[in-house]
């Protein structure tokens, strides 16, 4: 599936609809210019009032199998607003496949995947539409070469947003200023560490302010002493209050700022809890081995 998707993670459908700088999809619904899902930045279509009823994403029982082969059995994984939640679990465990699942780029064998209490897998629904309310980071940083920092991170708005090259670029200062690399906007990809690249790339994810952040072992990649820099900049999404979902190996960091940590094996969700609980008293026999293989936390 990884070649149906470009570097900021959009569909083939998306892409090949949007050279003239607009989706089809987007330019059908604005005709004064904007986007429904513009208008109030829900391309989820629903109003402040009907938000808060819900949490941000709910997964509910989904099931994805490869080729017969289940990878994903009967999920159940809220994120409240502000909330974030942490998958951890082996390598093969199925959290990638889990967050490629919220972030629509895998189609579900079974269940539902909702966000702010709206249904985004049904099949009817505009993929591509519901997929600008998530931003999406992988660990291999997926910036395009040939762009600067800027380019990179103005893409996103102006492709499917239709913005102006101006306004785009504005935003795409703001973001990478957000993301502490203001006097990196006009250098190439190869002349950033590794750090600076994803920082990068979580600029782009947020480009559309997304409701929800999928982080995807962002930092494994990393040399260790610029897995810092990464972890310091999702600190501090989290305390602005981002609604973030992330799977992550780095145990002392969730234990920090995970509200909620899930552990996964064999494809299914074994322990969830507080990150305290799990990470320090885990319940489940397969939780206890697994933290066990991390220094510094006492699981036995
Ligand atoms: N595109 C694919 N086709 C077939 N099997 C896949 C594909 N992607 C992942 N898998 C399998 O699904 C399982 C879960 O993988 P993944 O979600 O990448 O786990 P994790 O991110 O926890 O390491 C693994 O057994 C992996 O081999
Ligand atoms: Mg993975």
Do not use: W
């Not at 009032?49 to 994903?72: E, F, I, M, N, Q």
Request: hydrophobic content about 40%.
């Amino acid at each position: 599936m990884n070649g149906a998707q470009d570097p900021a993670g959009r569909s083939e459908a998306t892409r090949e609809n949007a050279p003239a700088g607009r989706s089809e999809a987007t330019r059908e619904n604005a005709p004064a210019g904007r986007s429904e899902a513009t208008r109030d930045n829900d391309p989820a279509g629903r109003s402040e009032a009907t938000r808060d009823k819900y949490p941000v994403l709910s997964v509910r029982g989904l099931t994805k199998a490869y080729h017969d082969r289940p990878v994903l059995t009967g999920i159940d994984l809220d994120g409240a607003e502000h909330q974030v939640v942490v998958l951890i679990g082996a390598s093969g465990s199925g959290k990638s496949t889990l967050l490629r699942c919220i972030d629509l780029l895998e189609d579900i064998d079974d269940g539902q995947i909702l966000l702010d209490g709206r249904d985004i897998s049904d099949p009817r629904i505009d993929a591509d539409k519901a997929r600008q309310a998530m931003g999406m980071v992988f660990q291999s940083f997926n910036l395009f070469p040939h762009m600067s920092a800027l380019a990179n991170v103005a893409l996103a708005p102006r492709v499917v947003h239709g913005s102006t090259r101006r306004e785009a670029q504005d935003r795409g200062r703001e973001l990478l200023a957000r993301v502490g690399l203001a006097a990196h906007a006009d250098a190439y990809p190869d002349k950033l560490s590794g750090g600076q690249q994803q920082r990068v790339a979580i600029a782009r994810a947020l480009a559309y302010d997304p409701r929800l952040l999928l982080l995807d072992e962002i930092t494994s990649a990393l040399d260790p002493e610029l897995v810092g820099e990464v972890l310091a900049l999702v600190r501090e999404l989290a305390t602005a209050g981002r609604t973030i979902v992330m799977a992550t190996h780095e145990m002392a960091f969730a234990r920090e700022v995970a509200d909620r940590v899930c552990f996964l094996d064999g494809g299914m969700i074994v322990e969830s809890g507080s990150a305290e609980r799990v990470l320090t008293d885990p319940q489940q026999i397969r939780t206890r081995q697994f933290l066990q293989r991390f220094t510094g936390l006492d699981a036995s």
